[in-house]
C-alpha cells in the first residue's frame, strides 16, 4: 500500500471523499495518515468546485485513535519538540464544511477527528470514547477541549475520567452525533448532508460555518457583531440576489458560489 492509498479519495460532483482505508488496524491514525489528511483537506479547500468534504472510514472502525504502536517508545523531549499532533490543527484552517461519516469505532483520536467535522453522521453501530486514560494518558487531538464543548463538563468528565464507550444511541442524546441512522443507510445519509450544503451557495456555507464556529471563540457580543458583519458582506454576492429572486419567483435557485 503506497502513502496515497491510505486515504482514498473520490468526487460526487461537488462533495469531495476521503476515506481512511487500513481497515486492519482499525484505521489507527499515525503520522503518515496525518500527513494525507491535511494536505488532502488543505487542497480541498483550495478548489472552487468543492463544496463540501465528506471523510469516512470503514464499517468496523472510522478511526480506533492514534496509532499507540508508533507512540508507544517516543520520549517527552522528542513529542514536544516536534510538536507531534499540532499538525492537526490544520484541520481548523479548512473552511469548507466537513462531513464525518462514522460507522463502528471511533475511540480517542478518531472521536477527535470527527469532532474537527461540522456534522457528525453516525451509524447505529458507532461507538464514541476517550479511552486514553486507560493507556496512562489523556486525550491528544483536541478532546478535553472539543468534547467538553460539545457535550457539556459532566458527559465529558465522564467519558475523559474512566474511558467509557459510548454507544450511538447515546452519543446522539447528548449532542456528540447531529444524525443518527441504520448502518446500512450512513453513506447515503452522509453523502445526502454533504450534497445538500454542497448545492448552497459557498460563500453562504463558508460564512455559515465561520460564524457558528466563532461561537466557541468569542462572546457573545463579538459574535453576533460577526455574525451581522457578514450577512451583511453576503449582499455584495450575486447568489443572495438569485437566493431570494428564486424565492419570490417559486422555482430552485441556480447558485453560481460567487
Ligand atoms: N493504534 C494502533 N493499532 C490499533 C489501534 C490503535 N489505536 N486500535 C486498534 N489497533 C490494531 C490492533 O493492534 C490490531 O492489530 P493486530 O491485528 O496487528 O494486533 C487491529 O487494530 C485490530 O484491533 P483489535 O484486535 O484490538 O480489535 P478488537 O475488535 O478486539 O478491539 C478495539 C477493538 C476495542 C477498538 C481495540 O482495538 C482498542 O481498544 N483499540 C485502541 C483504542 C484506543 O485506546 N484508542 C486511543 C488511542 S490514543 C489516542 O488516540 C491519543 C489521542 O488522543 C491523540
Known amino acids: 500500500m503506497t502513502e496515497a492509498d491510505i486515504v482514498l479519495e473520490s468526487r460526487e460532483g461537488r462533495v469531495a471523499i476521503l476515506t481512511l482505508n487500513q481497515p486492519k488496524v482499525l484505521n489507527a491514525l499515525n503520522a503518515a495518515v496525518m500527513g494525507e489528511i491535511v494536505r488532502r483537506t488543505a487542497a480541498l479547500d483550495r478548489d472552487p468546485d468543492v463544496g463540501a468534504i465528506l471523510i469516512a472510514g470503514s464499517d468496523k472502525a472510522f478511526a480506533a485513535g492514534a496509532d499507540i504502536k508508533e507512540m508507544?517508545?517516543?520520549?517527552?523531549?522528542?513529542?514536544?519538540?516536534?510538536?507531534?499532533l499540532s499538525d492537526?490543527?490544520?484541520?481548523?484552517?479548512?473552511?469548507?464544511?466537513?462531513?464525518?461519516?462514522?460507522?463502528?469505532?471511533?475511540?480517542g483520536g478518531g472521536c477527535e477527528l470527527a469532532m474537527m467535522c461540522d456534522v457528525i453522521v453516525a451509524a447505529d453501530t458507532a461507538k464514541f470514547g476517550q479511552p486514553e486514560?486507560?493507556?496512562?494518558?489523556?486525550?491528544?487531538?483536541?478532546?478535553?477541549?472539543?468534547?467538553?464543548?460539545?457535550?457539556?463538563?459532566?458527559?465529558?468528565?465522564?467519558m475523559i475520567l474512566t474511558g467509557r464507550i459510548i454507544d450511538a444511541a447515546e452519543a446522539e442524546r447528548i449532542g456528540l452525533v447531529s444524525r443518527l441512522v441504520p448502518a446500512e443507510q450512513l453513506m447515503d445519509e452522509a453523502l445526502g448532508v454533504a450534497r445538500t450544503i454542497a448545492g448552497f451557495s459557498k460563500p453562504a456555507?463558508?460564512?455559515?460555518?465561520?460564524?457558528?464556529?466563532?461561537?466557541?471563540?468569542?462572546?457573545?457580543?463579538?459574535?453576533?457583531?460577526?455574525?451581522?458583519?457578514?450577512?451583511?458582506?453576503?449582499?455584495?454576492?450575486?447568489?443572495?440576489?438569485?437566493g431570494m429572486a428564486a424565492f419570490r419567483e417559486k422555482r430552485p435557485p441556480v447558485f453560481r458560489h460567487g
Open 133 to 158: 486514560i486507560k493507556l496512562g494518558v489523556i486525550p491528544g487531538m483536541g478532546g478535553s477541549q472539543r468534547l467538553t464543548r460539545a457535550v457539556g463538563k459532566y458527559k465529558a468528565m465522564d
Open 72 to 84: 508507544e517508545d517516543r520520549s517527552a523531549m522528542e513529542l514536544m519538540l516536534a510538536d507531534w
Open 205 to 242: 456555507t463558508l460564512a455559515a460555518k465561520e460564524a457558528t464556529n466563532r461561537a466557541f471563540e468569542v462572546g457573545l457580543r463579538e459574535g453576533l457583531l460577526h455574525e451581522r458583519r457578514i450577512f451583511h458582506a453576503l449582499f455584495a454576492g450575486g447568489d443572495q440576489k438569485e
Open 88 to 107: 492537526w490543527e490544520a484541520l481548523e484552517r479548512v473552511r469548507t464544511p466537513m462531513v464525518a461519516a462514522v460507522s463502528g469505532f471511533a475511540l
